[in-house]
């Protein structure tokens, strides 16, 4: 149970941000490493519970709670530092991510719709297709219905609660490039607002399958939007 998307959709934010209004680099490059970025920060933040875990046997659902209020922190930290801050402003806030980084909008300037929306429509393919027809998926499924049984048919359980926790904070990571990069295009400390916790209900919602997810995660963008 990963309780800390919210934080891992900070640090995505956070890397992805950085390097959208601190590097300067061609059309398509600057955002292609600024999205890897960004679930190279989720990603991070999640395997420290991950190896937790897997290490000390701590529970994931305590530690990633702890995560989120250290990474609310530490984009607060990070946006009083000359290097995060915007020059001439005292508030917290960065710069405005550089247009050769920024998603672009789908609609035009009269709707906030931007490429984020496909990229997660790409990425519940990707879950779909990780979890159904790959054998890193099996061993997920395996592990998260039986450890036991996973160890004895020897499948490392301890590496998969690592590699599980990584693949979430990345997509969750990607979830906080759309905002800072599409959405918001600059990094506050609100920008990941509520949704961290708003995906633990989307996901039960749609019964963690990646097309029921997808829906109900419709649902509360129409709702939110309304």
Same mark, same amino acid.
């Given at each position: 149970f990963n309780i800390? *998307?919210?934080?891992? #959709?900070?640090l995505g934010a956070i890397f992805g941000g950085y390097i959208g209004f601190a590097w300067h680099l061609p059309i398509g490059l600057h955002l292609l490493l600024?999205? #890897?970025g960004a679930m190279l920060g989720g990603a991070i933040w999640a395997s420290i519970a991950g190896v937790l875990k897997a290490r000390t046997g701590a529970h994931e659902v305590i530690v990633t709670i702890m995560l989120n209020n250290i990474a609310l922190y530490l984009v *607060?930290?990070?946006? $009083?530092l000359?290097?995060?801050?915007? %020059?001439? $402003?005292?508030n917290p806030i960065s710069p405005f991510i550089d247009k050769n980084a920024e998603l %672009?909008?789908?609609?035009? $300037?009269?709707f906030r719709l931007h490429a984020g929306f496909l990229l997660a429509l790409v990425a519940a393919v990707g879950v779909w297709w990780l979890m159904s027809r790959s054998t890193l998926g099996f061993t997920f499924r395996a592990v998260g219905a039986n450890p036991h049984a996973a160890r004895t048919a020897g499948m490392s359980v301890e590496r998969t609660y690592i590699w599980v926790m990584g693949? *979430?904070?990345?997509?969750?990571g990607l979830g906080g490039a759309a905002q800072v990069l599409g959405t918001e295009r600059?990094?506050?400390?609100?920008?990941? *607002?509520?949704?961290g916790f708003d995906a633990i209900t989307v996901a039960l919602l749609g019964r963690s399958k990646p097309l029921g997810t997808v829906l109900a995660g419709l649902l509360f963008g129409a709702l939110r939007a309304g």
């Open positions: 800390g *998307a919210q934080g891992q #959709i900070i600024a999205l #890897i *607060a930290y990070l946006l $009083s000359k290097a995060f801050q915007r %020059p001439g $402003s005292v %672009p909008l789908l609609l035009g $300037s009269g693949i *979430a904070g990345a997509l969750a600059v990094l506050t400390g609100g920008v990941a *607002a509520s949704f």
